[in-house]
T-cell receptor, first 116, second 108 residues
Framework: KAGVTQTPRYLIKTRGQQVTLSCSPISGHRSVSWYQQTPGQGLQFLFEYFSETQRNKGNFPGRFSGRQFSNSRSEMNVSTLELGDSALYLC???FGQGEGLNTEAFFGQGTRLTVV | AQRVTQPEKLLSVFKGAPVELKCNYSYSGSPELFWYVQYSRQRLQLLLRHISRESIKGFTADLNKGETSFHLKKPFAQEEDSAMYYCARPNTGNQFYFGTGTSLTVIP
């Protein structure tokens, strides 16, 4: 089955701009999570959406927002970009319910955002 | 906070030598723990999880509740094992707490 797809793969933006990243989960998965990956901080959780509702949120400023559509596809938006937002943004999908084997998260290849 | 800690950022071993990547967790209940691996230019992927008690690519990890550890071990390292390894614990929903990762280099 097709894996998690993230678009675009690479993005260069200037400070102050806003950006939208997209994630298409594995078919049948209803949960989509977003992570920011940087060399210094590792993987930091941004937020999770399940059935179009935000279910969990990490400690990021309000400039970071997201949404999920009825087909489980998700978008993440970052407004008023700062240099420190440069990172690899990863999306992960899972069934999102229950425990044990169902909690495995499948990751996309990420979107590399560079803010100049 | 319920976290996982990976004390080593970098680890180098020679090919054929045993390797152990450390992971400690802080959690009052019975944790569910995972190891994820990210090979160069590849996506982050599940290596193994303690609940299934399986061995993948020769790696095993045993949950030690007394030491609150979930170290990843392999008796004989191979060059293809060079990668970034993350210990992770799920929170509610589909949120994971990841350790800061250990970059493993296997020297030929």
């Amino acid at each position: 089955k097709a894996g998690v797809t993230q678009t675009p793969r690479y993005l260069i933006k200037t400070r102050g701009q806003q950006v939208t990243l997209s994630c298409s989960p594995i078919s049948g998965h209803r949960s989509v999570s977003w992570y920011q990956q940087t060399p210094g901080q590792g993987l930091q959780f941004l937020f999770e959406y399940f059935s179009e509702t935000q279910r969990n949120k990490g400690n990021f400023p309000g400039r970071f927002s997201g949404r999920q559509f009825s087909n489980s596809r998700s978008e993440m938006n970052v407004s008023t970009l700062e240099l420190g937002d440069s990172a690899l943004y990863l999306c992960a999908s899972s069934f999102g319910q229950g425990e044990g084997l169902n909690t495995e998260a499948f990751f996309g290849q990420g979107t590399r955002l560079t803010v100049v | 906070a319920q976290r996982v800690t990976q004390p080593e950022k970098l680890l180098s071993v020679f090919k054929g030598a045993p390797v152990e990547l450390k992971c400690n967790y802080s959690y009052s209940g019975s944790p569910e723990l995972f190891w994820y691996v990210q090979y160069s230019r590849q996506r982050l992927q599940l290596l193994l999880r303690h609940i299934s008690r399986e061995s993948i690519k020769g790696f095993t990890a045993d949950l030690n509740k007394g030491e609150t550890s979930f170290h990843l071990k392999k008796p004989f390292a191979q060059e293809e094992d060079s990668a970034m390894y993350y210990c992770a614990r799920p929170n509610t929903g589909n949120q994971f707490y990841f350790g800061t990762g250990t970059s493993l280099t296997v020297i030929p």
